[in-house]
Structures are given as C-alpha cells and as structure tokens.
C-alpha cells in the first residue's frame, strides 16, 4: 500500500471488480471494513463475499447504490451501503467496477461557521462540500437529487468514487486546484440526472471555505443548471455552422451534401435530402398532392448502413400519401412523426421492407421539412433519431427550419446559377466552331474549358480560310464571365470573319476591331460612364506559298512555335494595347515557318491560377508542348492534363494547335504579262499546257474563260506590272491576277445593248468564290475553282 495512493486511504472502503466478475484490487479501508488482507481476496469472485449468493455477483451497466450483506473475515457478516459504477479503460477493454462504501468519518477540520453550514445545506441550489483530503463531507437534499444517491451513504467519499473517471477526475483536479491557491473557480460539466433522459448542463462555482486564521479547509461546490441557455447557445452555433459550411459552391448536390453533414449528429441521427424532378421542371409554386417524386441528392447517416431507407444517392423515390415527406410537401410545412405514437403505421403497414429498417435502427422520431426558398418548393429534407433517445421538440423543429430554410435558398441559387451557366454554355458552344476547316496549308486541332467556378467566359478561337490557299488563325478573350460576355465574344467573331474576308492585314484588322470594341463599350454604358468591355485578341495569316506568317497581338499572350524536332518557344511579337483603349497603333511581325511547324495560341486561363506563379505556368505549357510530333489531339490533351491546376481552370481555356504545311513549289504556276491586248491568247495556251501538266483537263475550259478575263480586265483597266498565278491542291484551283492599280472592280449587271460589263458575272457564276485583295502594291483579283465540280 502507498500511503499517498487516495485509492487506500481508511475511511472509504474500495474494491475493483473486473469484468469475469474477479476481485482485482482492495483498499485498507475494505480491509477495515470486512477484515481480508488483500492478499486473501485478490483474483477471487466477488460474489464469494456477498452473504447470500449462489452465483457470480450481477455487475450493473452503469452504476448501482444499495445495501448488501457481506461476509466478514471472521465469519460474521457485515451490512453495508455500497456504490458501484462502471469506469472504461483508457484503452480498449471491457472496462471494469468500483465499489465503494463510506466508512465512519472523523474529524473533518471544516470551519464550523454557522452561516456557512446554514448556506450549504439550506440553499435552493445543489451543494457539497469537500474537505482538504477531497473527502465529501456534507450534500444537501438539491445535490443528492441531482446524483441520484442518498445524502446520509456519501460522507467520505471522493469525486471519483461518485461517478465516471473522466468526468469527476476534471472535478478532482479543480478541487485540487482551488484548494492549493485559495481562489474560486468555475467549471461547466454535463450529468444525467436518474430520473432525466438526456444530460443537463451545468455550471459549477467552486469556493474556498476558511478557518478563523483564513487557512483553506474545504471546498463548496455549487451547481447551477444552464440547461436551457446551453441548448440555446448551441442551437444558434449550429445556425452559425451552417451559415458557415452550406454553400460554399454552387453545386446542388454538394451543397445539399452540406445540410446533411451538419445537420448530424448535432441535430438527428439520419437525415436525407431529396429535390423534386428536373423534368418535372424542378420546383413547384404551391402544394404538392401524394404521391410525389423525388430525387435523393444527399444523405448522411451515424452509422455507415442507412436506418431510414436503402435508397442511394441519385435514386428517385416515390412517397405514397401518409409518409412524412409527402404529407410536409402536400401540408406546406414540417411535420414531426413519432414511430411509438403510431404516426407511421398507415404508411409503414404499406411498405413492409420500410417498416423493417425502421425497427432493425430502433428510429422512433422523424421530422420532414419542406425546402422553400423565393415562393416555390424544391424538395425535402427528412430528420431521424434512433441513437439520441428523446424525441423532436419545438425547438429541434425551429431549429431544422432555420437551417434548412438557408440551405433551400443557397441549393436555389445553385440551380439558378446551374441553368444559367448551361445557357451560356450552350450559347458559348453555339458561337464557336463546330469543326475546323480542312486546309492543304495547315492541319488543326483545338479545345475549350469553361471554368470551374465562375462559369463560361468570352474566351474564342478560330480558322479562317482566305484567298491564295492562305489562312488566317485567331484567338481571343472577353473579359468577364456569363451571358454577355459570350454575346460580346459572337459579335467579335463575327467580325473578325467580315474583316479577314475583305483580307486586311493582321494590323489593319486589330485597328477595326479596335474601334468595334469601343463602340460596343459605348452601347454597353448608355449614359451611366464608360463601358464594361475589354477584349484581347491575337491574329496571325499563314501563306503556305511562301510559308511566311504575319501575326499581329492586341494585349494577347503571344504563340509558342515547336519547330520540327526542335523545342518549343515563344515568337517574339510587337505587345499592342488590349482592345477598347482606342488611339493606339498595332504592329505585325513577319517570319518564314518550316514545314511541319507547330503554332501554338492559347489564353491566359490556361497558364494563369490562384496560388500559382503565371511563370510557372508557362514553364509547364512549353515543357507540354516540346517535341509535339504526335496527333494534335493527343497534343490538346496532354497540354490540359499537365497545364490546368489540380481542381480544374479558374478561368476558362481556348487552345488551338496548327500544323503548318507549305505548299510544293510544283503547284505553283507564275506569269508575268505585258500590257498588250493582243498577247491574251498566248497566255490562255500557257495556262492550258500547265493545266495539262497538272493533270487537271477537266477545268481546262472553266480556267480558260476565268483567266482570259481576269487578265483582258487587267489589261484595259488596271496597271502595269501584271502578274497572273495558278494554285492548285488536291481539291482547289485558284487564279490570281494581279497589278498596280489599287481600284477594285465592281460586280454590276450589264443592261441588255451594253457590249461590256459581263465579265465579271461570268466570273462568278463558273467559280465556287471570287473576290479582291489589296496589297502595298496595288490589288489581286482572285477566283477559286472546285475541281471535283469539273468531273
């Protein structure tokens, strides 16, 4: 025995009990009190001491206080009031017993102050008192009530003697605490009296009590029950919980999600969430009439089996009439079901596999509130307890409408901003290409990525065939997200494509754009200031004749070339404002691409994200691009899977690859024509031999027509030097002629005594497109040929 073991002190009698029912420990006071060493009772049934047992010694579950007769050492017996409860482990275990009997006191050394023991044991409130050896020397009736045991068996017991080891050695320690500085403290614990069914809360004052010389004799602990200001604390926590947890994204199952996980175990044990069926156009005005539809978008449960039902999330569930969940949607408010009142039986003699799962979890309480946000119902979250034994009360029921009334509104907004992020979508995919042009001079591959979180943006892309078998590429980005900046980027496409079809220079066609984008500013601040638009925009035209790109960028990142074999890099680009600053010029760069070259444009969403250098992103997009010798596709992928941060873009991503493809100089005929009237026919007898040579006889007599007047017109009303140029692919014929005059001919219609003007109208009706171009040196006046329309 330690004599500084509290365990062995003599004026409590104390004994463990393990779980086979075996003494494992034995105090001197249970010595002094029955007389066994306890070398003599160590490791023997309990039940040997009891005077009158037959059998093992019956342990409690939790705690047990009554008198027993017990077997003294010298053959008589003993009457004793005993306390037993059961203490768990550390550990894992079964646990085991203490039981303890108060022995005779003695001196207590309390100060024997009249109006202290008059306000001990007279006061409303639950009160005890401990002496310096945190022995109980005193309770009065309140505090007895409160631990269910009867005042006159406590003195000399201590706090761990009374009840759980947690609970009471937290109670032992601030004793301890208040008896060595002689200040009071305060504490807050939770006990379950007897008689209640679920645990009150409770604050204890724990005060010093002083001799004459002021020397701490004691202590008084004094509890007060804050039952009701605790619940309503933790009531509004949780308000504040939810607010906090539900809605974090705008994602209808995630947040439903939400409401369940906070809603447990904090307020149920079980609690699903089931919204109405989109098709059924997801929400309804007014009442809903049984039986009614629903899709499970949540649940969330105690235990890892689902109590209330075996529905999985994206199930539809149909409640028949006199279920919880139909009857709140039919009533238009929350209805509170008891399971031992009978309240299901209509509904569960209906639905057997139901009512099984029902009493297999042991749910006895089921509340249904109607999610209700903006006038209109969306669905319904269900509640059920089966471990918390008390059923929902008023305030559980106000409660689960507050929280579930601001989730209905943030699930809303969800499926608000959900529609309306499909529309813009749907209006964003709409204004975009559908598929690439096939070209001979390049081969191209693209992609596009909404972002994650703030929706579909103004980011476009596209491939514009022009004349000379030359094309134009182009990237851009609205700035903004949403419908209007979609609408804003189909007004930009669109007039991209108007000025590249009149082939503007890739400067020039910046310049337009940006006064396009100053005038939509203007429309778009009225008379409130100035406008919300902004735009970048990067434009580049690939001539596969003599392989020479010009690229032109309005506040755009720049291309990445991955030259054949080589490693990929940026072109060195003039950096033009962002459009819609107006007033600033735009300058073009030249260079000659080889064969097989890979052009790269993209916007920023894909290299850019929070928490991410811009560098670094651009480290990743080169080292993703390098050595892109493989189909594009795979290319567009890879660059997006290595790219793109975990979790998805923050803004949305165009990505367009090019491979460049030049064409053989075979395919490439060129004249140069004197001004002479009279050379005409020589020249349609040289087109036809090259056509010959081309293999291409069958357009010989649509080509003859086309270049004989295209080269007469240039001839009578152009200027010298002319040029005249064949092109042809696999499916294409183009004629190009060419000279100094810089006014473009004008398709008319000829009246019927005019000997001229029918030229051009021949013109176009034997060729697939025809049109102009002006160079720095004057005009070129082409014609494209269908080849398989001439077989």
């Known amino acids: 025995m330690r004599p500084d073991d509290p365990f062995d002190d003599a004026v409590t009698a104390r004994a463990v009990i393990a779980a086979d029912g075996t003494l494992t420990r034995w105090s001197e006071g249970a010595r002094l009190l029955l007389g066994h060493r306890p070398e003599e009772v160590v490791g023997r049934p309990a039940a040997d001491l009891l005077a009158d047992s037959t059998g093992p010694l019956p342990l409690p579950e939790d705690r047990w206080s009554g008198t027993l007769v017990l077997r003294h050492r010298d053959g008589g017996t003993v009457s004793a009031w005993v306390l037993a409860h059961h203490r768990q ?150 308000v504040n919980e939810a607010s906090s947890r539900i809605g974090t994204t705008l994602d209808v199952t995630r947040t439903a999600q939400e409401l369940a996980e ?58 028949p009439e006199n279920s919880p969940q139909a009857d709140s949607l039919a009533a238009g408010h929350s209805i509170v079901a008891s399971v031992p009142a009978g309240d299901l039986d209509s509904w569960l003699s209906e639905d057997e596999t139901q009512a099984r799962r029902i009493e297999k979890f042991g749910v006895h309480a089921i509340l249904s509130v109607p999610l209700q946000a903006r006038g209109t119902t969306l669905g319904v979250a269900a509640f059920a307890r089966f471990s918390q034994p008390e059923a929902f009360t008023h305030d559980d029921v106000l409660l689960a409408e507050e929280v579930t009334a601001r989730a209905a509104v943030c699930i809303d ?29 390049l081969e191209a591959a693209s992609r596009y990525l909404p972002a994650a979180r703030s929706g579909v943006g103004g980011d476009w892309f596209d491939v514009i065939p022009l004349s000379g078998m030359r094309v ?112 600033l010029p735009f300058e073009s760069a030249e260079f000659e691409l080889a064969d097989d070259s890979v052009l790269a444009f993209y916007t920023d969403g894909l290299v850019t994200s929070r928490g991410r250098d811009p560098d670094q992103g651009e480290v990743l997009l080169l080292e993703a691009l390098s050595g892109a010798s493989g189909p594009l596709d795979e290319t567009c992928d890879r660059v ?8 998805g873009a923050t803004d949305d991503v165009a990505l367009l690859l090019a491979r460049l493809r030049g064409l053989p100089s075979s395919q490439v005929a060129t004249w140069d024509i004197p001004a002479d009237p009279a050379l005409v026919a020589p020249i349609r007898k040289q087109v036809l031999d090259q056509l010959a040579a081309w293999e291409l006889t069958e357009a010989s007599f649509t080509a003859e027509l086309v270049v004989s007047e295209l080269v007469t017109n240039a001839i009578r009303y152009g200027a010298p030097p002319i040029r005249l140029r064949l092109i042809h692919d696999e499916a294409t014929l183009i004629c190009e002629v060419s000279d100094a005059n810089h006014t473009a001919p004008h398709l008319r219609r000829a009246k019927t005594w005019d000997e001229g003007g029918r030229g051009l109208l021949l013109v176009a009706q034997l060729t697939q497109r025809w049109g102009t171009r002006h160079t720095a040196e004057g005009k070129t006046i082409w014609a494209e040929l269908t080849l398989a329309d001439m077989e």
């Open 262 to 319: 906070v809603c447990v175990p904090a307020l149920a044990d079980f609690v699903s969430v089931e919204l109405l069926e989109p098709e059924d156009g997801g929400e309804a005005s007014g009442r809903l009439t049984p039986p009614v539809s629903l899709r499970r978008v949540a649940r969330q449960a105690l235990t890892r089996d689902t109590p209330s039902d075996s529905a999985q999330v994206g199930e539809v569930i149909v409640y």
């Open 89 to 238: 482990p550390s550990g894992d275990g079964p646990g085991e017993w203490l039981a303890v009997t108060p022995l005779e006191a003695t001196d207590h050394n309390l100060p024997d102050d009249p109006l202290v023991r008059k306000a001990v044991f007279q006061s409303p409130c639950a009160t005890m008192v401990f002496d310096q050896g945190l022995r109980l020397r005193g309770v009065n009736d309140a505090m007895a009530r409160l631990l269910g045991l009867p005042a006159d068996h406590l003195r000399g017991l201590r706090p761990t003697d009374i009840g759980g080891r947690a609970q009471h050695s937290e109670l032992e320690r601030q004793l301890r605490h208040v008896l060595r500085t002689g200040r009071p403290h305060d504490m807050q614990t939770h006990m379950k009296a007897r008689a209640e069914a679920h645990p009150h809360a409770w604050l204890a004052r724990l005060a010093p009590l002083t001799d004459r010389s002021g020397r701490v004799r004691g202590v008084c602990v004094t509890a007060h029950d804050f039952t009701e200001q605790y619940r309503a604390r933790e009531r509004l926590l949780l």
């Open 413 to 441: 907004n969800a499926r608000r901003y959900s529609r309306e992020r499909e529309t813009t979508l749907t209006l964003q995919r709409s204004l975009l290409p559908r598929t690439l042009p096939r070209t001979a001079a």
């Open 640 to 647: 997006l899977n290595s790219v793109l941060a975990p979790g």
């Open 472 to 583: 134009a590429m182009v990237v851009g980005d609205v700035v903004g997200h949403g419908i209007q900046a979609s609408a804003t980027m189909g007004r930009l496409r669109t007039a991209v494509r108007t000025l590249a079809d009149i082939d503007l220079a890739p400067d020039e066609l910046l310049t337009h754009l940006d006064d396009l984008v100053l005038h939509l500013s203007e429309e778009a601040a009225g008379d409130s200031g100035p406008g919300e638009v902004g735009a970048t925009c990067l434009y580049a035209v690939y001539d596969p004749v003599s392989r020479r790109c010009t690229l032109s960028r309005a506040g755009h990142p720049p291309p990445v070339l991955i030259p054949p074999g080589g490693t990929a890099h940026h072109l060195e680009l003039p950096s033009g404002p962002p459009l819609g600053l107006g007033g």
